[in-house]
């Protein structure tokens, strides 16, 4: 079996509530393989939000490790975990974050310049992934002019545009109704499959969740099967 792309190791993380400690996250495991998707569910505020912080070195673990690629990045200086944020990970969020001044095709080229890509380069790319997406023929629109399901497609072409090896995605449908999430979630998935990107993906929907590799639950603040 090929090397994890991701791993966390017993990772801890406690916040200061009034006058007593909230420990959120209580000592999480998990091993993601290049091209496995996993859905993790779970109530709202039981921690989700705070792993996949953790896991996109976002937030330090108070204790314990993250593995990325075979490096434990956890104690990382903070240069040094931005630019492996930059190269390795790729985040969907639950509402789109596009830059609203910005096209859709400036919004996926984005990334990339910063990455280093050139301006060519990265048209062709952002080109290629909105029209997979069916977004050809709104490439030049800005965000106010998109649906909320054109608007989260832009946001997924986005994450995967410096061809991350590990996808993270909080409530990628969350906003979008049952028919729309539907389908957007399913170009989600045949998009991630297709790159053989290791993607751990949080959701409330338990019907999107079984369409996924394996399905974990973060419960009492361990992740443990659904």
């Not at 509530?17 to 996993?38: N, S």
């Not at 790319?125 to 069916?134: C, D, I, K, M, V």
């Not at 751990?200 to 019907?207: F, P």
């Amino acid at each position: 079996m090929s090397e994890p792309a991701l791993v966390l190791e017993r990772v801890e993380r406690t916040f200061q509530q009034a006058d007593r400690p909230l420990h959120v996250l209580r000592g999480v495991d998990l091993r993601l393989q290049p091209g496995e998707i996993v859905a993790m569910v779970g109530p709202s505020g039981c921690g989700k939000s705070t792993l996949l912080h953790v896991a996109g070195l976002l937030e330090a673990p108070d204790a314990g490790e993250v593995v990325i690629e075979g490096k434990p990045c956890a104690r990382m200086a903070d240069a040094d975990r931005t630019a492996t944020r930059r190269r390795v990970i790729g985040f969907v969020y639950q509402y789109h974050h596009l830059l609203p001044e910005f096209s859709a095709l400036e919004n996926v080229m984005m990334p990339q310049l910063i990455a280093g890509t050139g301006k060519s380069d990265a048209k062709v790319r952002a080109r290629e992934l909105l029209s997979r997406l069916g977004l050809a023929e709104r490439l030049t629109h800005r965000p106010a002019r998109l649906s909320g399901g054109e608007q989260q497609r832009v946001a997924i072409a986005r994450a995967v545009a410096n061809r991350p090896k590990v996808l993270l995605a909080d409530e990628p449908t969350g906003n979008l109704d049952e028919n729309t999430a539907a389908q957007v979630f399913d170009e989600l998935l045949h998009l991630v499959r297709d790159a053989g990107v290791a993607a751990l993906i949080a959701t409330h929907n338990r019907d999107l969740a079984q369409s996924m590799d394996r399905v974990l639950e973060l419960h009492d603040g361990v992740l443990v099967q659904a």
